[in-house]
């Protein structure tokens, strides 16, 4: 992967060639600019593509001919979501336990020791509730022992973080919202927002996972979605 290029879409706005020209030169390998049709159907470590609303993110994905080849990519897709990059040294991981998300945090961390950037990892939890006729009900909780229990998630999660990267600020953030929400609030401070998408590589995560459509929308911030590894066939 660390030989590989960085593909950019071809005409993309300013920010995100800015961007994939950053990441070029921290991890030491080519940038290659080449049409969207074909941008995800190539070996790369890393794919960036520009948001104009949601059209580029539509025509990259959504209308590539190469669709069948990109739902098996391997490589973690950045999207530019704004004009102009954030001016921020913070990296936004969405941390919950999974597999999913441990992949996003190896992301952060990995960005984080090429940029010199702050690492701070967050975990949305919610408050259970009951369902009746044309009704959601909350449930009675004891809701600091709920935050106490998903601080303990984020914990285990984050638990060696330090001790293997010493020279990295790690910090972690436990927040009582839904996960779209609690990321999107995290990307007004953020210069990077890190989330692991669902199904077979990252461009399903962007198809099925109703998470990451509502923070490529919302988010104001660069979104990187990363997946988990495949398991040997």
Known sequence: ????????????????????????????????????????????????VASEGHGQVHDAIFHSPSMDTAMHATCPVVVITKPELPDSDIIVAGVDGSPLSLAALDFALDEARL??????????????????????????????????????????????????????????????????TVLIEASKSAALLVIGSHGRGPVAGLLVGSVSQAVLHHAHCPVAVTHAPQAPQ
Do not use: F, Y
């Open 1 to 48: 992967m660390r030989g590989l290029p960085i593909l950019l879409g071809d005409g993309d706005h300013p920010a995100a060639r800015e961007w994939a020209e950053r990441a070029a030169a921290a991890r030491g390998c080519p940038l290659r600019v080449v049409p969207k049709n074909a941008m995800l159907s190539e070996p790369a470590q890393l794919v960036v």
């Open 115 to 180: 940029t010199g950037m702050r690492v701070l990892a967050v975990h949305a939890w919610l408050q259970p509730i009951a369902t009746g006729h044309d009704t959601l009900v909350p449930l009675p909780t004891d809701l600091d022992a709920l935050q106490a229990e998903n601080e303990a998630i984020l914990s285990e999660a984050l638990a060696g973080v330090r001790t293997q990267h010493p020279d990295l600020d790690v910090q972690a953030q436990t927040v009582q919202g839904t996960a779209a």
